[in-house]
Each structure stands twice: as C-alpha cells, then as structure tokens.
C-alpha cells in the first residue's frame, strides 16, 4: 500500500469540470455500500460541494494493481466544510465533517486516522474553536476527542380521538408546494438557528432535499413529499414541516422528513395542523427534541410515545479558550480551573473560566486545577447537554464531588441543546 493524501475543492459546478470530483463521489457512495450515482445525483452533489465551499480530502493508493478500481478513486474519503453553531447565547463558526469513508479493502490500516488528523490540525491551525460531525457508529469518534453533545428521540403520535393540545394554537398552516417550501426553508431554519443552541447551519441544498425537489438516492423529484407552513399572527413564516404518508394495515402513517420552528407557537401550531389530517393515525418523527414542549401541551400525554433516544451532534473541541468565552452563563458570577487532556494535543492545557454577568473570561492559567476532562468529555458536556454529574459517576471526570457539581452548575442550567440538522 502506497498511499498520498490530496484535497481538492470543485472548479466548478459542472461535471465535465471536475473528473477528479466524480471519482472521488462515487468512492463516498461505495464506502456507504450505496449504489453508484447516477448522472444527475453527482451533478446535484458537485453543486451542494461549490455553494457549501466543501475542501475534499482523498487517501489514493498508487500502488494498486492495474485490474483494480482507477487509482483516481480515493481508497479514503473525508469532507470538511465551515457552517455555523448555536452555542448559547451565540452563534459562532464551526467546522464540519462529513463523508467519512475507507474502502473495504483498505481499513483499519490508519486510513481515517491519518486524513481526521490532518484535518483537524488544518481547522485548529485557522482558528476553529470546534469541530462537529454525526456518526453511524458511537465507536469510531471518541477517540479523535469528539464526544456526543445533543441527543434527539423518536416520537410516535396517536392522532386518532387521543389527541388534542390543552390551549389552542396560534397562527395559522398552510400547505405549499415543494418550489415554495425550497425558497423559504432556509430563511426560517437560520431564524430557529438564532434562538436554539446546538442548531447547526444546514447546507444550501438542504431544503430542496428535504421538501422533496430532489431526492438523492432516486435521482429524481420525490413526488410523495407534502410540505406546509405555519405563519404568524402578522402573515410572517415561523415554521415549516416536511411530511410523507403511507398506508399501513387500512390506516395513514405520517412521517415527519422536517420540522422547524421559529419559537412554540409555531411548533405547536405544526403539529395541531398535522394531527388533524383526517384518515392519519400515526405520525412518526425521528429528530423530536428530548426537552420536547409538545409532550406537556397534550392534554392526554399517553398519546405521545417514545420509540428511542439517540445521540445526534458530537463536538470536538479544537480551542478551548475560543469556545467556553463564546457561550453565555446562567451560573451565579464564579471562577473555575479546568484542565483538559488531549491526544492529539490541540486543546490541552489549564484554563480559567471567570464567569460574570453571564459571560466568561478565559484564560490558560498555572493555577492547580478545581477539575480534569479529558476533550471528548468536554465537547459532551460543553452546551450543557449531558451533565456533569453522569459523567463523573460514570468516572470520566477527575474532580471532587464538590468540584463536580460546581463544574455542573457553571456549564448546565441552560436549554438542552438541541439539532435537527443532519450532515
Ligand atoms: C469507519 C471507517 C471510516 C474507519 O476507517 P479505517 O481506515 O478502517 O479506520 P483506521 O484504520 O484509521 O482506524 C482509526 C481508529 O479507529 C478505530 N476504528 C475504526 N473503525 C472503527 C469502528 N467501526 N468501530 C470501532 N473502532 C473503529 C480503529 O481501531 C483505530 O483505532 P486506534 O487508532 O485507536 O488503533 C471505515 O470502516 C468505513 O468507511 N466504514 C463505512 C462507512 C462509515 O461508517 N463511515 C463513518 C461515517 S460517520
């Protein structure tokens, strides 16, 4: 195995333009044991690429035999991207990671290992203060300093006679088309950006896959897409819902493909308009938020089921002095001494977090530290998505139980974070 590493990013958003791009596509799909790509899906993908400036890396090996898959097709493939996060308070820069793949053939010989390294020192050596990604498997990331920092649930709703909302929604629903629903999803996903932490900047084609203009994997519309808006008393668009139905043993089952409000008038507002569908039964939503204010405005709570809870968005931190002064406090004004261990030796060190007025001054400091974590437990426990103190029984916070819970105390109390942006 001979292998050298390139990034690239697209010449352009047409095919003809980037020969090294279609290879290196088609190597992303055969990694996710997905089909080859048909024509239009990579001229779709190419633009996603150009409007969300994504740097791709590839792993080549020069030594493969002459019968083997073109050596133009990276044996590794790994994305990069800048988008943004909302940390609490405010909404900072953030690097993202995506199509993370090792061809069968070539894994578990440090492939991922050797392009999340570069990558990372690459994002840390600009200034990140974080790196974010999902995961097919809890297995894979920790040990690059990513730990799980959001969770979502599984929700499943009786929409027969159960269900009804204890006070009336505001507002009023609307259906729109797919066309529609692709030129005003972004402008509302950035409003519900703004005011929820853990929401994650979405790519430019997001809304056209959501709302059913192009589906991927069927390289075509996806025709059984429904989408509706949810707007103010004002007229003014504050939500948005994709939706599908099938028939399922004599009844409709809805499935949520998108949710996104602008506050809980308009959240509730969605599903009011949903669970009134006459002949649906069921509706199925897989990215509900844990802290979900539907649960409480049922009157019969027994209507919504929880079918699994799952992590969604894990966070590396790159620069721990950049991301704790950038989120906000609800603590009482306090200084703490963190120390964070880090193998890749991007964020160890000990800093001071001085916390006043809900906003910290962070400093590296020499001080003994009040607590250690290591960087995959801080990127958990630094939007305040799961606590503290479950991490330290579970024994993976060096601190004195005292320390702990002031540890607890300064990055908790807040919303729990919250993302429906997949990436
Ligand atoms: C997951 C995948 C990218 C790993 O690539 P790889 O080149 O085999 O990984 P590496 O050899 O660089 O391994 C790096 C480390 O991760 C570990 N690792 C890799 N894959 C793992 C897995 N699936 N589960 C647990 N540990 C894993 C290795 O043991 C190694 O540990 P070490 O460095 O501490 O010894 C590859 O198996 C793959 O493409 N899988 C299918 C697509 C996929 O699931 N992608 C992830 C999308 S989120």
Not at 108 to 136: F, N
Not at 193 to 200: E, L, M, R, S, Y
Not at 243 to 272: F, M
Request: one cysteine or more; glycine letters at 8%; proline letters at 5%.
């Amino acid at each position: 195995m001979d292998l050298t590493q390139r990034t690239f990013r697209a010449v352009s958003d047409r095919v003809e333009d980037n020969p090294q791009f279609v290879a290196w596509w088609e190597s992303v799909m055969l990694g996710f044991l997905a089909p080859s790509p048909q024509e239009m899906t990579v001229e779709w993908v190419l633009r996603e690429s150009v409007g969300d400036n994504w740097l791709q890396r590839g792993c080549y090996d020069t030594s493969l035999p002459a019968e083997a898959l073109s050596a133009e097709h990276p044996v590794g493939t790994f994305v990069s991207f800048d988008k943004s996060i909302n940390v609490g308070g405010a909404v900072i820069p953030a690097h993202l990671i995506t199509d993370v793949t090792v061809r069968p053939s070539h894994r578990r010989r440090g492939v991922l290992r050797r392009m999340m390294v570069d990558d990372l020192a690459e994002a840390h050596e600009k200034g990140h203060a974080l790196a974010a990604l999902t995961v097919t498997e809890a297995t894979i990331y920790g040990r690059f300093g990513f730990g799980p920092a959001t969770f979502v649930q599984s929700v499943r709703l009786n929409t027969s006679t159960r269900f009804g909302l204890r006070t009336p929604s505001t507002g009023r629903v609307e259906l729109t088309s797919q066309d529609q629903m692709g030129r005003v999803g972004a402008e509302i996903f950035e409003r519900h950006q703004a005011i929820t932490p853990g929401a994650v900047g979405r790519g430019v084609l997001y809304a056209e896959h959501r709302s059913g203009i192009f589906d991927p994997r069927a390289s075509d519309r996806n025709r059984s897409v429904r989408n509706a808006l949810h707007f103010d008393d004002d007229g003014r668009p504050d939500g948005l819902v994709c939706y599908d139905v099938r028939e399922e043993g004599g009844h409709y089952v809805l499935t949520v493909r998108d949710l996104v409000a602008v506050g809980t008038p308009a959240y509730l507002g969605l599903w009011e308009f949903l669970a009134g569908i006459d002949r649906v039964e069921q509706i199925d939503w897989p990215l509900a938020p844990i802290e979900d204010p539907l649960r409480w405005a049922l009157v019969d709570q027994r209507a919504y089921e929880v079918t699994g809870i799952k992590d969604h968005l894990w966070l590396r931190i790159l620069d721990p002095v950049a991301a704790l002064s950038a989120r906000r406090y609800s603590c009482p004004d306090q200084v703490f001494t963190l120390a964070v261990t880090d193998d890749l030796g991007l964020a160890n060190g000990t800093y001071r977090i001085d916390v006043a007025d809900g906003r910290a001054e962070v400093t590296r400091s020499a001080d003994e530290p009040d607590a250690t974590v290591g960087v995959e437990e801080l990127g958990s426990i630094y939007l305040g998505g799961v606590p503290v103190r479950q991490l330290h029984v579970a024994r993976r916070i060096g601190a004195s139980d005292e320390a702990a819970d002031r540890l607890g105390h300064l990055l908790g109390g807040v919303r729990r974070p919250y993302c429906n942006t997949d990436f």
